[in-house]
């Protein structure tokens, strides 16, 4: 038995391939999986062997492959065993017939060469046959991170960075110590990685290689009280306190701020929380722990049901934060810290209805909203970004009520809701499976070939300004022509990651490049580019006839398989795989094979949220976060490409339109547009001009909304979402109203309501940019409709929220 990591350090120095019988790779996460195929294609090359992927069931006389075919075969063993539907899907799991005869096949071949890539906890390896295999073997396994694994993973990472090439990390003081508490947290290799990469690139002086303790210690304040996040939600809804609530929200909020979250991410990380509240305790020992152990275990369950109930009843709200979110047109703050808080106090507030009767009173048709979006057919319609997370939800939630059996009279009508939403889903499932089978295969698929990016700024690596990591290694991988590694670029819309796929599609498929791998701008595979008939083909996750379109993909990957004869390009085609966060995981799956497998093809995936990829297809790429522009970046950027320090501009000026780009490249460069073009006359005109001036005039009708929303009438003034002064506007302009409040809500609540949660940097441009004194006045108003009705302003702040944030806003 050996580490994968040891395995990989030790490929660097010699060869610890062994030729005379199997090596069988068990891995967990997966993350080395690229960099051990890398390493096993160079050792194999290395005795004139194509390393050569193939799929169980092995065929008689595979083991005499490298003799005749000059292969050395991997076999890659599906993660699950069942009966397959589908049959064309490349990952169907192995009939137990099939695996009996593969692994009498290889029980009678032992003595040969071949690699066996497993997961750790596939069904395969519980097969009695697989005992046989493992003991002939030499078998490397993904260790799980522990004191004993850290130093041999670390020492890989160090060995493999081109982050700081021969730095001797782990000698210096405190670098090994600051990977201690990710072993307390039991993190997986791939949060591993992560650390160690921003260890390298925030914690380490570029020059000198010097690790900086200090700085890192700073950063991990803010890493602090992630852990607890579940243990909050435990203690509020158990015991209804607003601390817990305020150390949820706040928690929360950390791990999104550290990990680069989107909306999206947050809210199905709460979702998933919220389904692990309503399963059965595992760990009764420690459940008793603290004072939660002292409420009883109805008060307990009610607490948990109605809490999920509520996420539910308030999903409106967090699907619209995601939405705009995910669309990138929200222009001002970003909302979903002000709906959890809304949702959480909105939760305390029940506490006392709960005595009356129905705690769910006056939420109930937004909770049925939500239970009626399960087993709808979306497929051709917007997707629906929460449906895998709420149908677990819903699931829980149903289960746990049955187990709980006689309760309040709330319970029984929210389990036939959640059942009758469970049966739906069920219903769907069957549909969807029978539609599979309809399914014909006729049709032409409409492959969408798009043009290189609208403003061509980048033809190389060499012109991008800023996320220097992502860079360095795109083009790392790029000159590497052999390595056969596919990619997952992450990080918000607009911040550049289809324009690095596109100039390192071009770099790859270049025929002459130069001696530092970029294109060479001549050749026949880069003028094509300029016609739009190059090998790099974009497809989008999200398309509806996104079926057809990963059928027509993997055609086109088979087909340049086979054309081998004449050898004019070693890589045909790059294709960008837009939202692959949002590609529907069957269809995903049929892209895996080809993947991994193909030599004249790359894959480059593009994804906000890098979590909601699927897991096969992360493990099979090497993944890096894009990360917005830095001021200096940005700065840089304005610079280069509209030379605004030729002309003399207010550093206000400058400020405003670096604040408002947000660092994204594409918003940058359209602001960029506006101040190189005929030009503002001033901050002013500018503000103006970006649509960030309504501050000023909309702190007048203020006070007019705060009491409002706080009188005793407001539910019915808000029924429809605005004041009775807003019936002749149009959609849009009550849009826009609703969307200043919110903002004007956001900023109140970051300033005074509640202290700490995220900076400056959550509140809306407009708001950061305009005089001080009227962002002072908005508080001021709240605080002063407290005074006057004798209440905090905290509570005055939670209605507004309730009224403004809510579903009915
Ligand atoms: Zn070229």
């Known amino acids: 038995m050996m580490r ?71 076999f890659d063993w599906p ?13 169907k799991p192995l009939s137990a017939d099939a695996l009996q005869r593969s692994l009498e096949l290889l029980a009678v071949s032992l003595d040969g060469p071949g690699v066996h890539f497993l997961e750790h906890a596939s069904p395969v390896a519980r097969h009695p046959g697989w005992a046989a295999v493992e003991r002939g073997a030499l078998v ?45 947290e039991r993190a997986d290799l791939p949060a591993v990685i992560q650390a160690f990469d921003e260890r390298v690139l925030l914690c380490t002086d570029p020059a000198t290689h010097r690790y900086d303790a200090a ?6 304040v803010g890493r602090r009280g992630r852990r607890a996040v579940l243990s909050h939600l435990r203690d509020l809804t158990a015991l209804r306190r607003e601390c817990d609530l305020d150390d949820l929200l706040c928690g929360l909020d950390e791990r999104r701020a550290e990990r680069g979250w989107s909306t999206h991410h947050l809210v199905a990380d709460l979702y998933r929380l919220t389904s692990r509240l309503l399963e059965p305790a595992s760990h009764p020992r420690r459940a008793r722990l603290g004072a939660r152990s002292r409420v009883a275990a ?124 469970c049966g739906r889903l069920d219903e769907k499932a069957r549909r969807d499976a029978q539609r599979e089978e309809d399914e014909d295969e006729q049709g032409t698929p409409r492959c969408l070939v798009l043009a290189p990016p609208p403003s061509p700024l980048h033809q190389t690596f060499a012109t991008v300004i800023g996320r220097g990591h992502a860079v360095a290694e795109l083009r790392r991988h790029a000159r590497a022509r052999t390595d056969g590694v596919d990619l997952l670029l992450h990080g918000p819309d607009g911040v550049g990651k289809r324009t690095l796929a596109w100039s390192y599609a071009r770099m790859v498929l270049c025929t002459q490049p ?111 976060r894009v990360r917005p522009l830095q001021r200096s970046e940005a700065e840089a950027f304005l610079e280069k490409y509209f030379d605004v320090g030729g002309r003399a501009y207010d550093a206000a000026m400058l400020a405003l339109v670096i604040d408002a780009s947000e660092g994204r490249p594409n918003r940058l460069r359209r602001l960029g547009e506006i101040l190189a073009g005929p030009g503002p006359s001033g901050l002013v005109d500018m503000c103006a001009r970006l649509g960030l001036d309504w501050a000023e005039s909309f702190v007048r009708h203020w006070p007019a909304i705060v009491a409002a929303a706080t009188s005793a009438s407001a ?94 806003a």
Request: aromatic share 6%.
């Open 4 to 74: 994968d990591v040891d395995f990989l350090l030790a490929a660097r120095t010699g060869d610890p391939l062994p030729l005379d019988r199997p090596l069988v790779y068990r891995y967990r996460s997966g993350a080395l999986r690229p960099r051990m195929i890398a390493a096993l294609r160079r050792l194999a090359a290395g005795h004139s062997l194509a390393l050569w992927l193939e799929a169980p069931p092995l065929r008689p006389g595979f083991d005499r492959a490298h003799v005749f075919l000059s292969q050395l075969l991997l």
């Open 140 to 184: 490397l396994e993904e260790p799980a991170i522990t004191r004993g694994s850290l130093p041999s993973v670390l020492r890989c990472l160090a060995a493999t960075t081109d982050l700081a090439p021969g730095a001797d990390l782990l000698g210096q003081r405190g670098f090994f110590a600051s990977f201690a508490g990710l072993v307390e």
């Open 298 to 421: 109805p008060r307990l369950a009610e607490g948990a049901a109605l809490w999920a109930a509520l996420l539910l009843a308030w999903e409106d709200a967090l699907i619209r934060s995601v939405e705009e979110d995910r669309h990138g047109y929200r222009r001002g703050p970003d909302l979903i810290v002000p709906a959890l808080a809304g949702l959480g106090r909105d939760f305390l507030a029940r506490e006392e209805r709960a005595e009356a009767g129905d705690p769910l009173n006056g939420r109930r048709a937004g909770l049925a909203r939500a239970l009626s979006r399960g087993g709808m057919d979306v497929r051709d319609g917007p997707g629906d970004p929460l449906a895998s997370v709420r149908n677990t939800l819903v699931r829980a939630l149903a289960a746990m009520l049955a187990r709980f059996g006689e309760g309040p009279d709330w319970f029984e009508h929210l389990h036939e809701g959640a059942s009758a939403a």
């Open 79 to 91: 993660a699950r065993t069942a009966r397959p539907k589908g049959l064309d899907d490349p990952r």
């Open 715 to 808: 539910g019915v003034v808000n029924a429809s979402g605005v004041d009775r002064t807003d019936i002749d506007r149009t959609e849009a302009e009550r849009a826009e109203r609703v969307r200043r409040v919110q903002a004007v809500l956001q900023l109140v609540h970051l300033r005074g309501v509640r202290q700490g949660s995220s900076g400056r940097d959550a509140i809306d441009p407009a708001l950061r940019h305009c005089d001080p004194s009227i962002r002072d006045a908005f508080a001021a108003v709240v605080h002063r409709q407290a005074e006057r009705e004798g209440v905090s302003a905290e509570t005055v702040w939670a209605r507004m929220a309730e009224t403004w944030l809510s579903d009915r």
């Open 514 to 624: 130069s001696p530092d791998g970029g294109a060479c701008g001549a050749c026949r595979s880069c003028r094509a580019f300029e016609t739009g008939q190059s090998g790099c083909i974009e497809i989008d996750g999200a398309h509806p006839d996104i079926d057809k379109l990963s059928r027509h993909l993997v055609m086109r990957v088979q087909t340049a398989e086979l054309v081998v004869s004449e050898v004019v390009l070693p890589i045909r085609h790059v294709f960008v795989i837009h939202n692959a966060d949002r590609y529907p995981p069957a269809m995903f799956d049929r892209l895996l094979k080809p993947m991994e497998d193909s030599g004249r093809a790359r894959f480059v995936l593009l994804a906000r949220d890098r979590r909601a990829v699927r897991m096969a297809g992360r493990s099979r790429c090497f993944d890096y």
């Open 215 to 220: 700085r890192d210690r700073r950063d991990a």
